[in-house]
């Protein structure tokens, strides 16, 4: 199975930028890796999905190098809002199902 | 469109009860599935389906059943409740199958407390 590593948490201030690695050594030629925010008591939400080089959206920039191995979530001048969980996925494509790790858990203080 | 519901939001169960855990979706969506969340810990795959009347197990499939007999409904079923069983229960929708390029939808969830 495809399996992704995360830092556990991280801490923030408000207005910083706020960069998230995620670690996927075994990811296939056919898997795009996609971002999921979950906020407590509520299900987890798309972020921001990519398959190489650079994606951004109104939310969020997701950068991934060449060999794919790693993939970097940035949050541009983060808010109290932004305290949440960050989930890094990456499809298991010989099982068909997404695989969750631990996410990150990022608080933002004033 | 209401999305993904789940029914009910919170539930309290005795050990060997049985309960089903409802699962809908309006949006004519191909894959759903079924994940479970402990206290500070990331999302587990319960059991998933790419179809009605195709199912198939996940991570941690022990002690439920699903069954996916039309597109919009994925119940997830406790036989014997165990109290390791208290978790929350997100259910999750996507259109055609568990591609990565496919937004998943996820409930509002199910909180379960077995005693």
């Known amino acids: 199975l495809a399996k992704t590593t995360q830092p556990i948490s991280m801490d923030s201030y408000e207005g910083q930028e706020v960069n998230i690695t995620c670690s996927h050594n075994?990811?296939?030629?056919?898997?795009?890796i996609t971002w999921y925010q979950q906020f407590p008591s509520q299900g987890p939400r798309f972020i921001i999905q990519g398959y190489k080089t650079k994606v951004t959206n109104e939310v969020a920039s997701l950068f991934i190098p060449a060999d794919r191995k790693s993939s970097t979530l940035s949050l541009p001048r983060v808010s109290l809002s932004d305290t949440a969980v960050y989930y890094c996925?990456?499809?298991?494509?010989?099982?068909?199902?997404?695989?969750f790790g631990t996410g990150t858990r990022l608080l933002v203080s004033p | 469109n209401a999305g993904v519901t789940q029914t009910p939001k919170f539930q309290v169960l005795k050990t060997g009860q049985s309960m089903t855990l409802q699962c809908a979706q309006d949006?004519?969506?191909?894959?759903m599935s079924w994940y479970r969340q402990d206290p500070g810990m990331g999302l587990r795959l319960i059991h998933y389906s790419v179809g009605a009347g195709i199912t198939d197990q996940g991570e941690v499939p022990n002690g439920y059943n699903v069954s996916r007999s039309t597109t919009e409904d994925f119940p997830l079923r406790l036989l014997s409740a165990a109290p390791s069983q208290t978790s929350v229960y997100f259910c999750a929708s996507s259109e055609g199958t568990s591609r990565s390029f496919e937004t998943q939808y996820f409930g509002p969830g199910t909180r379960l407390l077995v005693l």
């Open positions: 075994n990811i296939a030629t056919n898997d795009y």
């Open positions: 949006m004519n969506h191909e894959y």
């Open positions: 996925l990456v499809e298991d494509t010989g099982f068909q199902k997404l695989v």
